[in-house]
């Protein structure tokens, strides 16, 4: 009879359970979500899928926001649409992307626990980042940022094994897609190519010179990829820094973007451990949790992320003793933490510094919970080849069960709608897609975020679109802004005229309400305008709503359309 060895047979039953177990439970609530968000949008599809439909019709980018946005984008990323467009749609490949990447993104976390625990640290690790709302939250809509927590699990996996050639691989793609997270990437494999032969994986016997032509090589192949990004973006002026939130109020407290968006986000390590890494296990749709009674998160959530530390605290010194592994993985942690010193020193030049501890910490939180408790029954000793067996397997186990518990606890399957938000007044933006192919339209910039995704139309100013990151565009936006309030809450037909003369806008969308109520709401600096225009208005009376009756081509609800050919 044929002899078979227990240990892979083992194995192999632990891995087929997992994934039976992870099917199981998430198999359903996954599809329940990818028919929910069929009729629904992430916010962000606006500024990054938007201009890719219009490439998918064959419309050239006639206006500033589309080019604009069209150099934003990272060139690997635009060349998958370009390639998946041969077969799909810009919208059916931002549909299914996060399906696809979320099992890839299990995958990679279960290969980065390997070295600790073998196949039980793997399935734990694996476990935990299904259950967890913000790793799949973050992928939902096919954004760039859908592949910044893969591309951080690749390089985590590489360097927990020791595969240099795979992390450089994985770094370049990183900056192809995402580079933000691909600067920790750089500048972990430069501290893994500098630590002691024993720890340096596949560079063990690699000498200085190599390993530092190496690395040169990987950086200069990392420039040439964003290099595309930064010509295309020249003409649109420099970045804002926060010494320009004086002239660029957009920019700054109370202005557009919130503070993780703002380039003066300046929390301390300690602060963004204690932000970002509770995050690696929440979910607010839990079913076992609802089973056992409990309503709220936040003491469970205190429970474990204690004893998290407890077990990290306790597992250090011998995971930085006795593993090569762990060693590189506080390698990685450390390249996270010198990213974002540089970028937060740097401002914009490296990025956006919350960019750089919102995807890493995470993926370190669960890795590093995983390794600590991998490591906890015999402190990774190596006495004999048979007891670093045992005690690695031992400790898989270990870590597994700490795995279950947190999952057990804190973990979930998505909501039928995470990550996304509904279209509101679709009839209309079917209207606005109906019109001509060369239509420009103009609205409240609320209203006409979603125009460009839906409707296929160019828009003069919508708010997801209206980010103050570049000078020479934040003008222009500034500009559009102010001739679109001017023309919105109009006395007289003049500043209706001017839009079309100076932009070509076609047609412009008012809601009633905005001109009986009270004024539209924007953000600094325009509020205290819009304030004086709609105060004017209401008393000499909005020249939009004296245009309405030979002017407007379509009405919904409180919302109607004005040609403004037909302005008189």
Known sequence: MPQYDTRF??????VVGGLLLALAVWGPP?????????DRIADDVCQHVAPLLRDSLGAQPRDCTDRYWRACLPAGYRLLYQAGRVRWSPEAISHALPYLLLPLFVLLMAASAVPFGGAPAAIGAGLLALGSEVFFARMVGGLPRAFAFPLFAAM????????IRLLAASVCLAFAIYPAVGVSGLLG??????LPRDDRGQAAAWPLRKRLTFLLLTGSLCAALVLPNLLALRPYGPSIAPRDYVDYPEAARGGRLNGTDRTD???SWIRCVRTYAPRAYLSDHSPWRTAMGFRTTTPLLRAFLWLNLLLVLAALPGLLRGSAAGRRLVALAAAVAGAYGLSRWLTPALFLPERHVSYALPVLTVLGMT???????YGFRRTTPNDGVRSRHAGGWCALGVSLLGLLLLGGTPKPTLGTVAVRQAPLYAFLGSLPADAFIAGWPNWMSPVPYTSRRPVLVSYETHLPYHKVYTDEQRRRMRDLTAAYLA????????LRARYGVTHLVVDETHLRLSPPRYFRPFDAE???????????GFEAERQRPHAAVYEYGSLYVLALDRIR
Not at 189 to 194: F, I, N, R, S, V
Not at 491 to 498: F, G, K, V, Y
């Open 9 to 14: 047979v083992g194995t192999a039953l632990l």
């Open 30 to 38: 996954l599809r329940n979500h990818e028919r929910s968000t069929r």
């Open 156 to 163: 985590a996996a590489a360097m927990a094994g020791g595969r």
């Open 189 to 194: 494999l430069g501290l893994a190519l500098l």
């Open 265 to 267: 986000f300046n929390l």
């Open 371 to 377: 390794a600590a408790a991998a490591s906890l029954p």
């Open 491 to 498: 006395t007289n037909a003049l500043p209706l005229r001017a």
């Open 530 to 540: 819009v304030r004086q225009a709609f105060e004017a208005g209401r008393a000499f």
